[in-house]
């Protein structure tokens, strides 16, 4: 079977601590939405005081998110500048963003803003935030969040992180990285394979599998202090961890007894719990949001397919049936949609499944899609896949619009995990 079959301040300031990735990632947009709100972004005012240019930032989270259409401001206006709302409408700006940065006497940046509806001549939002300067991207990422949920209703995910193993020459390097492939920094390195990482609910924790001793091991690390603990080392195979919503349990796929089956076990590697019991393979394991299921692959029926049961092992239930081979569940963070991989025509692509009813749509027209992960707003999935023959992450809106890629020069990129909202 396929492989993956087989398978905030203090966590920020993990950039100054751990060492550094060898390259940040590149983005390259490849599909937009259909029904693009064109938006303004001005330079803001004294934004070199951050060491960032944080305007740019703004437009090109906007601008990979396939939801907007970015018109060049050719101005650079503060929180106060006064707005000639008709030239504006005349260029076809629905909405405008203007703002300063402000380098405080303590060596803190201050972010100040204002978005304005051109069209109503309405302020939807006026704030400021306050950062340390090494986190003025992250601020960046913040006021791109509040712009994105002002003009879509949806919360912004910009300002979240991601997680993947990197791969070059003999090393493989679990990094982490904002949610555009910068900062990327390295948590842990490796002779031997990293695979399946996947975040606590809190964001301040890792799970994940390593090979370094010869067989894979679940490992939970936590990323301030770096510290980690074994979470199972049984017999056999011990892969596929899976965080509960609460952060207390990881489930996870065992073949101690034999046959890969579903096990629960405290983060901490105690209380052990056997899941599942079929005469089939059964692994990948994911929490639905409410705790209350567990969607897993199995080939119980012949072939793998993604089923769901009771988060105790009772209540099963078939939840794929379009394609003979479907792998790597994925539930939305609002319990109402599916992803997973479909091998149909020889191809690994990547579906999304409406839970409510069932009805499947293909997102990928790529053939070697793996691992997705859905980011923490629902709006969009993570996945692993080939372009030139090299490992590339992709990310896709649910409604398959909006797509780009990330990609690293020199090194394969595998197993994405996007990252929980943090505070």
Not at 1 to 9: C, D, H, N, T, Y
């Amino acid at each position: 079977m396929k492989r993956s079959f087989l398978k905030l301040i203090a966590l920020l300031s993990l950039s100054a601590a751990l060492p550094l990735a060898q390259a940040q990632l590149k983005v390259d947009i490849s599909g937009v939405g259909a029904n693009q709100i064109p938006v303004s972004i001005a330079s803001f005012v004294n934004e070199s005081a951050s060491g960032q240019a944080l305007s740019g930032i703004i437009r090109a989270d906007l601008e990979r998110s396939g939801m907007f259409r970015l018109i060049d401001a050719q101005a650079e206006l503060d929180e106060n500048a006064q707005v000639d709302l008709a030239t504006w409408k005349s260029k076809g700006v629905d909405a405008l963003a203007i703002g300063s940065t402000v380098k405080l006497s303590d060596g803190r940046i201050e972010i100040r803003y204002k978005l304005i509806d051109t069209v109503r001549g309405a302020t939807l939002t006026a704030q400021s935030l306050v950062v340390q300067q090494q986190f003025s991207r992250l601020g960046a990422h913040r006021v791109a969040d509040d712009i994105f949920e002002k003009l879509t209703g949806i919360r912004g995910a910009f300002a979240t992180r991601i997680a993947y193993v990197s791969r070059s020459g003999g090393e493989y390097r679990l990094e982490i990285a904002d949610s555009d492939g910068e900062n990327a920094f390295i948590a842990l390195r490796s002779p031997e394979p990293i695979i399946s990482p996947t975040w606590s609910p809190d964001g301040s924790k890792l799970a994940y599998v390593s090979f370094e001793s010869k067989k894979p091991v679940v490992y939970v690390q936590e990323l301030a202090s770096r510290k980690r603990v074994i979470a199972a080392n049984f017999k056999g195979s011990n892969s596929a961890p899976a965080w509960s919503p609460d952060g207390r349990r990881l489930a996870i796929a065992l073949s101690r007894e034999g046959l890969t089956q579903i096990y629960s076990v405290s983060a901490d590697g105690s209380d052990l719990k056997k899941l599942t019991q079929s005469n089939g393979i059964d692994t990948e394991p994911c929490y639905s949001p409410d705790g209350q299921s567990i969607y897993f692959t199995s080939d119980r029926s012949g072939g793998p397919q993604v089923y769901r049961m009771n988060a105790d092992g009772g209540d099963l239930k078939r939840m794929t049936y379009g394609g003979s081979y479907n792998i790597s569940p994925s539930v939305s963070p609002d319990g109402k949609m599916l992803a997973y991989i479909s091998r149909r025509e020889g191809k690994f692509q990547l579906y999304v499944q409406d839970l409510s009813s069932s009805h499947e749509i293909r997102l990928s027209d790529t053939a070697h899609d793996e691992s997705p992960s859905f980011a923490p707003n629902g709006r969009y999935i993570l996945y692993a896949t080939e372009a030139a023959g090299r490992g590339t992450l992709a990310v896709a809106s649910v409604d398959g619009g909006a797509k780009y890629t990330l990609s690293a020069r020199g090194s394969n990129l595998r197993e994405p995990a996007w990252g929980p909202f943090t505070k």
